[in-house]
């Protein structure tokens, strides 16, 4: 099989793996501007976006041939797929090639398994460790990690890649071990966990260095930290239930990123699968209510009221910000000249970067509404939730049974109903 089939077959089998944002990368050593791939010496910009946003990556498998049998994948050892298997070299060459037509700023690589754990992360390690020392490759690359696989190679894999990633893959024991029954979540929380620790001895090597004024260490472990990636829809789990999940990962593992990627169903899937996949909407809302419990200073209760509405599901008509301001309409309106800054954090349609601006405007003057728009916020959004000294939204407009109707419309509550 020729070279470009193989891409074709191994690109579009990669896609199915939402694991592909890369965030807050160290950039590695290019002193002199030496290095394939090196951002500060070639003239290269790289952004890397702490909220995780997607750069340009080369995104394979190494091989789609596998030896598991998980039920929700095109590539189980059943599928009636068309295989195909790059060698080492072969990933190489392609990484280069196209890092040096400026397609990508680095490779995301994983595979299926092939003949062992083992044997399948030896494979991947050799790539990056190819580009690292022999290509002297200093783009990003982003690798996924055999959970079973020896904490020896997990070990090495970090070292030369900029991100690791264990896909927990479902959001519970008792699915994985319905639809994915090779994998364990105790084998993948304790990769997660051999992870987190090389990279803490890794940042506290660096830090020790700095306190004694040493040479700066050059010891890095996935600098761009760890992520996994969850499916929804696949199984019964509620919202709830995956938010915890996600909460406990970040806590219990300093996880930059948990992704969720909807479920789509496959040809020739377990009956026990779901027919269709769930709403897309269902994915975005996820990735809402997770900012929240990061950076907004949400509970979890708060974003899914599992004792009032007994679903566990988030609600799918508008974002859970706004969901949750519905709910607590008695906290509202916020006077945006006095709130604190983790009260503005509530209001919906303030962002972090616009709490941070009324706290900084507001330290010259008392502000007014038309100062909310050169705060950069959408006012038709925040009207009925704020007040400043010349606007006071009347309590019946928040005690409105159709303003969420309002919003879901679109429609732009404060030309109509305020003063
Ligand atoms: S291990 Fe499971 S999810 Fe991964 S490629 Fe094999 S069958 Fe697919």
Redesign the pocket.
């Known amino acids: 099989m020729n070279r470009l089939r193989k891409l074709t077959i191994l690109a579009d089998a990669a896609k199915y793996d939402a694991s592909c944002a890369s965030s807050g990368s160290v950039k590695r050593d290019s002193s002199g501007g030496r290095g394939v791939g090196s951002t500060t010496g070639m003239g290269i910009c790289h952004s890397y976006a702490p909220d995780g946003r997607c750069i340009s990556l080369l995104k394979l498998?190494l091989t789609?041939f596998?030896?598991?049998?998980?039920s929700?994948?095109?590539?189980?050892?059943s599928s009636n797929v068309q295989r195909a298997r790059f060698s080492v070299e072969e990933v190489v060459d392609l990484t280069l090639d196209f890092y040096k037509r400026n397609y990508i700023e680095g490779l995301f690589l994983s595979?299926?398994?092939i003949r062992s754990a083992d044997y399948t992360m030896e494979q991947l390690v050799r790539v990056a460790r190819c580009l690292r020392e022999t290509h002297d490759f200093r783009g990003y690359i982003h690798l996924k990690t055999i959970p079973d696989a020896s904490p020896a190679l997990i070990e090495q894999a970090g070292l030369y890649a900029d991100r690791l990633s264990i896909?927990i893959?479902l959001p519970s024991v008792h699915s994985l071990a319905r639809f994915?029954p090779?994998?364990s979540l105790l084998t993948i929380r304790k990769s997660m966990g051999q992870v987190r620790e090389h990279i803490d001895e890794a940042k506290e090597s660096r830090h020790r260095r700095r306190r004694r004024r040493a040479a700066a260490s050059t010891f890095h472990y996935s600098p761009a930290g760890q992520s996994t990636q969850m499916i929804v829809g696949a199984d019964d789990s509620t919202d709830s239930d995956i938010l915890s999940l996600s909460h406990n990962l970040y806590r219990t593992y300093d996880m930059r990123r948990v992704y969720y990627s909807a479920f789509s169903p496959i040809p020739d899937a377990a009956q026990t699968l779901p027919a269709r996949p769930p709403p897309l909407l269902r994915e975005h809302r996820l990735y809402q209510a997770d900012w929240l419990l990061r950076f907004y200073g949400f509970g979890i209760g708060e974003i899914v009221e599992t004792d009032r509405s007994g679903t566990g599901m988030l609600d799918l008509d508008v974002d859970p910000k706004l969901a949750w301001a519905l709910r607590h309409r008695d906290l509202f309106p916020v006077n945006v000249n006095r709130a604190p800054l983790e009260t503005l954090l509530r209001v919906p349609g303030i962002g972090a970067i616009g709490a941070g601006r009324i706290v900084q405007a507001r330290q010259f003057s008392s502000l007014r509404f038309k100062d909310l728009a050169k705060c950069g916020l959408s006012t038709g959004k925040i009207a009925p939730f704020v007040e400043t000294a010349d606007h006071h939204p009347s309590l019946t407009v928040l005690e409105d049974q159709d303003l969420k109707q309002r919003f879901m419309r679109g429609a732009s509550p404060q030309l109509t109903l305020f003063s």
């Open positions: 498998l789609n596998c030896i598991y049998e998980c929700y994948c095109i590539n189980r050892a595979s299926g398994i896909n893959e994915a090779e994998k």
